[in-house]
């Protein structure tokens, strides 16, 4: 019966007429209330694109006790459904995290009616990550997804740098640090990072530095002429001081339940071809062919740090700004998971220059053994995908599911 009731529910929703579609800029959080109103609470399932921190998501819904739903992109599908299948021996011993899957031709056909209709027959809350905006695209997202999402929705946008309200208008709003944009290339005078996306890995990084002008027009005119970066794309780029010093994703988790603002753990980035080139000792640096010697800033993989004692407070800060600004030009604000990435300077200020509002890129380095500020906190291995599924498991418990969904 509830089944018969979610799904009446759904394509209700889903035969929204065109004419509200248009006039509609984000869907009611209170059609996502109606929709989770008809799940079975005993037969949740986590579930989540396969990308990213899928793993994590899925290892800490097993932690919980949570059966994991995994939509895959056919060809990219067998870390999935062959490595880290789940397996149940004797109906005890488990191995693996991925319990049921579906493996679409695309990403993006997790949004058609029948995917949908799918995700919310299996009680599915979804976990959105970068992958999942990335593939599918925002307005998508916003509009069209109409499943219950672990996390804030509305604040995902704000990831994107083009966009007029992105993270870094929520920043100032919040009075937070952010590394000063140049406006002008011509004002170049120190070192600065270019932002840009690649070319052809349009989910990768063009990234550059330049200390001038003469510089950036030398080293922009190489990346075009290697089909690196587009003109359209230098013409928008974002042009920031770099500040020099090493750089820490802050993984928070908020909650909704207790609001309260956890720090989890602290990770830093593997980027190619960056890493390769900060190996080698300047003369054979400088030796390099044009091909070479600029260096690319794709992520390829993840490190745990953690951070001295008397700076956590520091970061305590700037998360509590950051939650308060959501709240306030965002409501409900950010729910779970977030991710600063800061870079700190030579006085110990940091500056934060990306935010990721959903979970982070880097928390797999922490699956099963936990954050190490997470693990100090609950006093059990605590991951990030762990506290999402304990944050759904306690919402369950207290009847509060609509409080951590949108």
């Not at 042009?239 to 820490?248: C, Q």
């Not at 870079?343 to 936990?370: E, M, Q």
Request: hydrophobic share 35%.
């Amino acid at each position: 019966m509830v089944v018969v009731v979610v799904i009446s529910q759904f394509l209700f929703y889903m035969g929204i007429t065109n004419e509200r579609k248009e006039v509609m800029k984000m869907i009611p959080r209170e059609d996502v209330w109606e929709i989770v109103d008809g799940y079975d609470s005993g037969d949740i399932k986590i579930g989540v694109l396969a990308s990213h921190s899928a793993l994590d998501v899925c290892d800490g819904a097993v932690e919980e006790g949570f059966s994991t739903y995994v939509v895959c992109e056919r060809g990219r599908e067998k870390t999935y459904i062959q490595y880290f299948r789940s397996r149940i021996v004797g109906g005890k011993y488990r191995k693996g995290c991925v319990d049921e899957f579906v493996v679409y031709p695309s990403f993006k056909d997790i949004l058609t009616e029948e995917s949908q209709k799918s995700l919310v027959e299996n009680n599915v809350l979804f976990v959105p990550n970068r992958s999942f905006t990335a593939y599918c695209g925002m307005d998508a997202v916003e509009n069209d997804f109409r499943v219950p999402m672990v996390g804030s929705r509305n604040l995902l946008r704000s990831e994107e740098r083009e966009e007029e309200k992105s993270y870094y208008w929520l920043l100032e709003k919040a009075g937070l640090p952010y590394p000063e944009r140049i406006e002008n290339p011509e004002d170049i005078e120190e070192l600065v990072m270019v932002k840009l996306p690649h070319a052809k890995k349009r989910l990768e990084r063009g990234f550059f530095t330049a200390s001038s002008y003469e510089e950036y027009v030398k080293k922009s005119e190489e990346l075009l002429r290697q089909d690196v970066i587009t003109k359209e794309d230098l013409v928008k780029a974002r042009i920031e001081r770099y500040v020099i010093g090493p750089v820490f994703n802050l993984d928070f988790f908020y909650s909704p339940l207790d609001k309260e603002i956890e720090l989890l753990g602290v990770d830093w980035r593997f980027e190619t071809s960056l890493d390769g080139h900060v190996r080698l000792p300047a003369p054979q640096q400088l030796t390099l062919p044009s091909s070479q010697i600029n260096p690319e800033y794709t992520v390829c993989g993840h490190n745990m740090a953690t951070l001295r004692e008397s700076l956590l407070e520091k970061v305590f800060e700037l998360a509590e700004n950051y939650v308060k600004a959501t709240q306030h030009y965002y409501p409900p604000g950010i729910i779970g998971p977030f991710c600063l990435q800061t870079c700190v300077d030579k006085d110990l200020n940091f500056y934060i220059y990306d935010v990721a509002p959903r979970i982070g890129g880097g928390t797999n380095i922490h699956i099963s053994i936990g954050h190490p500020y997470g693990n100090a906190l609950w006093r059990c291995p605590m991951s990030t995908g762990r506290r999402i599924a304990f944050e759904i498991r306690r919402a369950i418990e207290t009847d509060s599911v609509k409080e951590i969904v949108t």
